[in-house]
């Protein structure tokens, strides 16, 4: 070897070793880029950048440990581009940064101060959807504040690692404040949770990706319109435009790896048939946790319902796609089951009925339509149940990933509810409003005392003549026994003989019971608080919520 190309060989050799290190940075900050590709396809009917979290700004992502100050207040921000308008968020200053509906993230038994203060002109309070807290900290409707007014909470995390959220919760507002915008995420995470992360190379904001799905209408100046008439209250509010993270129509640029995906269904009313599809074929994805965390592995399907409260976190593995591809998360059409008036019976609000939509019929319902303002009065026209894409994938760097998705993710211990006492739940419309066990809101009576550290099995059956109902328990996580009498669209996707789906499996805090099903649920109302705990059970579809399918629940001290 002559001593010239020895020493290019050795500056060759050098110069890989710093280029390595560098990679190694640069793979710690964002995915490496293989070779510099086309930049990716934009699709003028998907031109929004998906708002991803960052460290301030819309839903910067704010470690808390300690005391937050959160203000719930009127801010400007243009959800449809270019129309900056009038929304209400919540606002939090910390340390030179402003950030607004914050994704609060916190460690397991960590201790929060948070201080609420309303600068609205009306009542609100912040509910802690999913977390075991006191009644004092959990945001009931009886301790809404009047504007002006603070509020202060004072509590443990005592969960496990999920993705959690927070939203208002005064009586008969809720709906109309969280669709004008209140409402973020919050992520508790632990050992099992940090293990993952590092599992797969997992961070928020960059392949751990929150989505918050909710479906708007706008006025013409970009004003989020909320004004439900009659009927709208009866069955709930729904948009034309379908946001994530307040964006519509968005896209998001993707490297050849795995993603995880927290989808948090945001909307008042509207249901999700989440599915990825690459062209007309839907493609296959994991589920690895529901409301309250991870599940005990992973299952593999190629759909889940999603309805209003609930929170499903998914893989989608992209290994094998190729740069320039385009995935699809997509809402397939189903049937919405607005069936009040009888089995079968769709008032006009519905979709048309469609037991067996087809992979094709991927709804067009704003393709290619300009984001043209409307009033909430044209709101059918992306009915209930109707197909719609919801996020444009591009696959636009190709990178080395080789980590395997673990087969195991957490230790899941059954509730043993077999000598519990069982209640029954009937969910049906009377006298024209909807109602569980023929009870609306009371907001001092409380028709369900239960014993501490009882173990329960509820059995909660929708009626035939009605719609579906996503319903919520306050302060404690259950876990799923069985479906029955589900419909089609529902049962193919049983990964069990209970008639389970893979999102319905784990702790949840939110059920979906379709018209004509009975879902059975095992809580166990064991807690560390002293008193007489006040707790909410009531439908997440917040038009019936606010116009009172809720009923209190005493838990005895
Ligand atoms: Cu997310 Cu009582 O609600
Ligand atoms: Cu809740
Ligand atoms: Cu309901």
């Known amino acids: 070897m002559k001593p010239s190309s020895r020493r290019k060989f050795m500056i060759a050799a050098g110069a890989g070793t710093a280029a390595g290190l560098a990679g190694g940075f640069w793979w710690w900050n964002r995915p490496r880029l293989e070779h510099a590709g086309l930049p990716p396809v934009r699709d003028p009917a998907f031109p929004n950048p998906l708002p991803l979290p960052g460290s301030d700004g819309m839903f910067g992502v704010l470690d808390v440990a300690g005391t937050v100050a959160i203000a719930a207040k009127s801010a400007r921000h243009a959800m449809l581009p270019g129309k900056p308008a009038r929304m209400l968020a919540y606002e939090v200053q910390h340390e030179g940064r402003k950030l607004l509906n914050p994704v609060l993230r916190v460690r397991a038994g960590a201790t929060l101060r948070a201080n609420l203060w309303n600068t609205l002109d009306e009542a609100t309070i912040i509910h802690w959807h999913g977390l075991k807290v ?45 669709y004008l915008g209140l409402a973020s995420l919050f992520i508790v995470e632990d050992d099992e949770e940090l293990a993952l992360q590092r599992a797969l190379d997992l961070r928020v ?89 991870l599940l005990d592995r992973p299952y593999r399907t190629k759909e889940v319902f999603l309805s209003s409260g609930e929170r499903v976190e998914v893989l989608l593995d992209l290994r094998a796609a190729r740069e320039g591809d385009t995935v699809w998360l997509t809402s397939r059409a189903f049937d919405p089951m607005h069936q009040e008036t009888g ?39 992306l009915p209930d149940g109707a197909a719609v894409d919801l996020l444009r994938i591009n696959v636009a760097a190709k990178v080395r990933y080789d980590r395997p998705v673990p087969a195991t993710l957490a230790e899941i211990v059954p509730l043993d509810a077999k000598q519990g006492a069982s209640r029954k739940f009937l969910l049906q419309r009377e006298q024209g409003q909807w109602r569980i066990n023929g009870l609306t809101f009371r907001m001092m009576e409380t028709p369900i005392v239960v014993r501490r550290g009882a173990t329960e099995i509820w059995e909660i059956r929708n009626s035939e003549r009605s719609m579906p109902h996503p319903m919520h328990i306050h302060g404690f996580q259950f876990q799923m026994l069985s479906r029955s009498g589900s419909p089609e669209q529902q049962r193919q996707l049983a990964v069990n003989a209970q008639g389970l789906a893979s999102a319905d499996l784990g702790w949840k805090d939110t059920v979906l019971v379709w018209p004509g099903e009975t879902v059975r649920l095992a809580l166990d109302f064991t807690h560390p608080f002293n008193g007489d705990q006040v707790y909410l059970f009531h439908c997440h579809n917040l038009e019936h919520s606010d116009e009172g399918m809720m009923i209190n629940i005493k838990v005895l001290a």
């Open 134 to 178: 006191d009644a004092n900290n959990d945001g009931h409707p009886h301790y809404a504040i009047a504007g002006g007014r603070t509020y202060d909470y004072q509590y443990t995390v005592l969960n496990r690692a999920a993705t959690y959220w927070y939203h208002p919760h005064a009586h008969g507002t809720t709906g109309k404040q969280l």
């Open 205 to 293: 904001g960059v392949s751990d990706i929150p989505l918050m799905i909710q479906d708007k209408d706008f006025d013409v100046s970009g004003t989020p319109a909320y004004a439900p008439d009659a009927e709208q209250r009866a069955s709930g509010y729904f948009g034309r435009e379908v946001l994530i993270n307040l964006a519509p129509r968005p896209y998001f640029d993707a490297a050849t790896r795995i993603y995880r995906f927290r989808i948090l269904n945001g909307s008042n009313a509207r249901i999700y048939r989440l599915a990825f599809r690459s062209g007309e074929r839907l493609l296959d994805y994991r589920v690895i946790a529901t409301d309250g965390g």
């Open 343 to 381: 089995p079968g019976a769709h008032p006009g609000h519905g979709a048309a009925p469609d037991p067996q939509p087809q992979a094709g019929e991927h709804g067009m319902a704003h393709h290619g339509a300009a984001p043209a303002p409307q009033s909430a009065a044209q709101s059918g026209s």
